[in-house]
């Protein structure tokens, strides 16, 4: 039997684990996150009212309890845990299915401003990421401005625009439920230093705008025309189409006095985050213009946009693994087909798969075919890999050195307190938000 460890149990660990199980009988996978729950993004990432998206948790949960695919969570990879070379002695071949877990920053003056985060912070914190705290994002702000034209931006735009009536069904933590309900947002800014043609968001996420109860979404039509695509979007892709399309829709209907209005914004580059009474209030964008090359350029005419609450919305960005080879410049491991490449040669039974192979883009199905192809690439290097003796269980192992995983069971029960917590509260699931609540759960008693 091939023993492999795959690391992150995101949807590019579980497609890696599920192509391995297929392809190849004679291999079994332990699935090893250094959270008690599984899932990575689609549990911590996927926006709480993407219910069908969310429900990809089903198809991930077969994998995993597939016969010869084990979930060990709670076990970290790196100096803190189990080191990435004590991990290659206990399997034949690791896979490194990490994802992008920091994101990328501005490099503006005023970025670490206090009410200024990034989307993925505040995403962290309302889908009950155990390492994200409460840092008060809504207190008293009217007005938010969100930087990007990605679907997160979109994502964290239509969250500030919700109500409690259509956040309460959701799994969302209670707390972060009672500040999303609570919050006095107004006026949400998303803003691109680009144009509408060369947005990053999908057609659906960007329609879904429009269809929010008591909301206004408002497009400057004079901004839109100064994207040539926008003028004239025969030559555009149809993704960038249908976007357009969208946009024209908006740009020639009137606002209804909806009590939130979302303002879309194109070609404009964050400069600064300013600061009032000890916190941000507005940003200030340089007006840009198109440089015929997909790209903008500065006009030197700046633009003040208030906002007592900024999300950085410009993507995610891998973070080195100690002990495994990492491109700064693309923020991955530098690979072929998924084999992990030591100073150009391929290095035997260390693989990547999903954003940390390839960057943070692509939809989740994007991450079936990178899984197969790495999973394609490591059975046919098992022959030589499997002359290597390791041993026939490590959990054992790790349990002799202090480090005790969380199993299938654990997780369960994690499932069924937060099924409790919701029925308590009248409500559906609801998660556990902090590491205490999670803990305990597994091990089966009360959370609280
Ligand atoms: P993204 O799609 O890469 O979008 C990043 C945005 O930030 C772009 O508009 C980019 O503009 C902008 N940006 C980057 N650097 C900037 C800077 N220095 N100043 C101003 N703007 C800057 O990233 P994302 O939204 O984080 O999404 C990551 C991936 O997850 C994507 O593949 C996305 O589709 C996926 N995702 C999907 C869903 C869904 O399907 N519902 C939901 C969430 C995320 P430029 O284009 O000008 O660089």
Redesign the pocket.
Known sequence: MLRVAVVGSGPSGCYTAQSLVRLDSEVCVDVLDRLPCPYGLVRY???PD?EK?KSLQNQLRAVLEHDRVRFLGGVRIGPDGVSVARLRRLYHAVVYCVGAATD?R??IPGEDLPGSWS?TQFVSWYSAHPDAADAGFLRDARSAVV?????????VTRMLARGPAELTPTDMPQGALAALGASRVAEIHMV???GPS?????T??LRELGTLPDTDVVVDPAELALDPGYTDPSALPAPQRRNVEVLRDWAESSPTGAPHRIHLRFFL??AELLAGQGRVRAARFERTAPDGHGG?TGTGRHEVVEGQLVLR????RGVPLEDLPFDPATGTVPNLCGRVLREGAASPGEYVAGWIKRG?????G?NRPCAKETATSLLEDAPALALRAVPDDSVPLLHAEGVHPIEWEGWRSIERAEADLGAALGRGVVKLPDWQSLLKAAAGRAPY
Request: hydrophobic share 40%.
């Open positions: 990432g996927v926006a993407h998206i990328r501005l490099g989307a930087i990007g034209l990605g679907n997160v931006a979109v994502d691109g230093r680009r060369q947005a990053r968001f999908t659906k996420e580059r964050p903008v919305s410009v993507g995610y943070p883009t692509g939809v989740i994007t």
